[in-house]
């Protein structure tokens, strides 16, 4: 950065940070799994604003996990199988 503002290069920083989604006891539950899921799942969650983690009062947690777990089942189905198998497995 240093080098190029001694020279007015422009440039850019990726400065990717963790992305939290704040869930707060009176939003809308369905909105958010819905907003939150399509956010981190979006291109594979290659995306630099893709949610990281999800903080959530502990009055809706399991309202909204199970929302989430919805939205995403919409999104790949309920017949999941692992891409890759682990050692052991």
Not at 3 to 21: I, M, Q, R, V
Not at 37 to 63: E, M, R, T
Request: hydrophobic content about 40%; some cysteine.
């Amino acid at each position: 950065m240093q080098k190029a503002a001694e020279n007015l290069t422009p440039f850019s920083l990726e400065l990717g940070g963790k992305n939290p989604c704040v869930v707060a006891a009176d939003a809308r539950l369905d909105y958010a799994a819905k907003r939150i899921a399509w956010g981190k799942l979006f291109n594979c969650g290659q995306s630099c604003v893709s949610p990281d983690y999800v903080l959530i009062d502990k009055k809706v947690k399991d309202q909204f996990l199970e929302l989430i777990s919805k939205e995403i089942s919409m999104f790949y189905g309920d017949n999941l199988r692992p891409v890759m198998t682990l050692p052991g497995s």
